[in-house]
């Protein structure tokens, strides 16, 4: 376990750590937009080729 002693004084302020948890939130926000959209991207392109090879 890591000393009491050496926490991030940051981590001690709630204005600080409210801070950085919104960031880090904001990063995942991010990155599940761009996960959702490259998914759309991806199914769109399989999609269009599948129905350009039936025909």
């Known amino acids: 376990m890591t000393d009491p002693d050496d926490v991030d004084p940051r981590y001690?302020?709630?204005y600080e750590r409210g801070k950085l948890d919104r960031a880090s939130c904001g990063w995942i926000f991010m990155g599940g937009?761009?996960?959702v959209?490259?998914?759309?991207?991806v199914m769109m392109v399989?999609?269009?080729?599948?129905?350009g090879t039936q025909r």
């Not at 959209?37 to 991207?41: E, G, P, T």
């Not at 399989?46 to 129905?51: E, H, N, P, Q, T």
């Open 33 to 35: 937009c761009l996960l």
């Open 37 to 41: 959209v490259l998914a759309s991207i």
């Open 46 to 51: 399989g999609f269009v080729a599948a129905m």
């Open 12 to 14: 001690d302020d709630p």
